[in-house]
């Protein structure tokens, strides 16, 4: 019979640091190794079981949402990442994916962002799905400044930066896949990211 050993907490955690900070599985891998002995593949089994609540970030002061939305490659098809950040702190206050970039998507996204953060102010590119979805919320909307179209801009190349690990996809051979590990890696890189902006 096999047994399987738990790898202590504070070593997941380590090695989940270490492929955040910017290491590939494997380079993550070999230097946790050397504190205790895990491959490249129990990293990325972490990654997927990894489950974050809620996107932690400091209770502060918002005085608008800045949102834009992109593609991310997932196996064979496109999906669309929608991204806020808030223009202060800096802090990814939500992030969401979905099939579609219609109006209604845009509104259900904002909508959740209303519900944990309040309403306030949102700044977006000119997508023409955004004004009727603030509206409905009864949310103010603006086109970016230029101070803040490249405030999203670069929080946005930053994610993707960490997406070229997996050669800009996630790694996926399932059919009509529903993007939960998807999800989860998205919630743990959120989760790092705006603790390391708290420290």
């Known amino acids: 019979m096999i047994t399987r050993n738990r790898t202590p907490s504070k070593y997941v955690y380590y090695g989940l640091h270490l492929y955040f900070s910017g290491l590939s599985l494997r ?3 070999e230097r946790l190794s050397q504190l205790y002995k895990r491959n490249h593949v129990s990293i990325w089994n972490w990654i997927q ?14 005085s608008e949402y800045i949102v834009d939305e992109t593609l991310l490659k997932v196996g064979s098809e496109y999906i669309w990442l929608w ?6 702190n800096r802090q990814i206050l939500s992030l969401s994916i979905s099939k579609e970039r219609n109006m209604f998507v845009a509104e259900r996204y904002l909508s959740s962002l209303v519900k944990v953060h309040g309403k306030h102010p949102v700044s977006t590119d000119g997508g023409t ?12 909307h603006h086109i970016h400044s230029s101070f ?7 929080k946005i190349q930053y994610i993707k930066d960490r997406t070229e690990s997996f050669d800009d996809y996630f790694p996926c051979r399932i059919k009509n896949c529903k993007l939960k590990h998807v999800r989860n890696w998205l919630n743990l890189f959120v989760d790092y990211h705006n603790k390391e902006l708290n420290r």
């Open 83 to 88: 991204v806020a950040i808030e223009p202060e």
């Open 49 to 62: 079981k990894y489950h974050v609540r809620r996107i932690s970030s400091k209770r502060k002061r918002i």
């Open 27 to 29: 380079r993550a891998s």
């Open 148 to 154: 803040e179209k490249s405030l999203i801009e670069r």
């Open 129 to 140: 799905w955004y004004p009727m979805a603030c509206r409905f919320i009864g949310l103010k």
